[in-house]
């Protein structure tokens, strides 16, 4: 009897946990957040804005006073990102919609440019490419997706040509959204990743400093973030051993103030160090 109990309650913890970690809605705003003019008219171009945090960030810098500029690069994002462009306009500020990949020198390029006919400096970018591991499902040897590739070339490219079109102190935010910090070790190999694009901040800071005098470069790292794929990158989340201590996950919207912190004057004596936003501890 006591053991048909013990599997009984087992059996309705685990329901419960791929209820409450299966199946949560990320939630991009919240009522509790209340601007106070740290961006005020500034305009953010914000790249890869259709996932979780790009979204977050969009409504917490409108909220501050910024007008957004939201890059993506498929059609199927076009309509929840016109939602965006109305909860946005709403608030007060405005946004513009620009389709474009950001990893090709050329088109990345035309996309600055044509960001330029729309508005008259640019002082914010903000890159927000989550990256994803391959499921078991999938072949092939590496362990990155063939368009992950791509995000990191995206990265690069972006340092390369965004300055040029920078106001005199304008700022990067680079990041990285999947999580390195916490147990089981699916994601383990993502701490090289994450190493890779602190020490790429850190030394785009330094040659930016010399070229570019006045523009700052900072980034972050987080820990889990709510999104419509995590049971996909977690495809064994809900097989975790009872009591095993992680870090809990975060909804978009709790990150972006940190993004907000990095693009105000505030942050100005840490240019060049990233933020490692880990999350709270808890126990399954």
Known sequence: MKKELSQKTDFMYSESKVNSFMKITPKYNTEEYIGNNKLQDKNVVITASDNG???????????EGADIIMVYNHIRHEKELKDLLSIIKKIGRKAWLFKSCTFDDFKCKRLFENIKKKVKHIDIIVNTFPIHHKTETEKGHYLLRKNDTLKIQSLFTLGRIAPDYLSANGIIINSATLCAYAQPDQLIFYSALKAAIKNYTQEMNRMLAFHKNNIRINGITTGFIWSDILPEALPK?????????SIAPMHPYEVAPLYVFLASDESKTIAGETLDAGGKIFKY
């Open 237 to 245: 989340y809900e097989n975790l051993p009872i009591g095993m201590e």
């Open 53 to 63: 945090v790009g979204k977050a960030i969009s409504i917490a810098f409108a909220k």
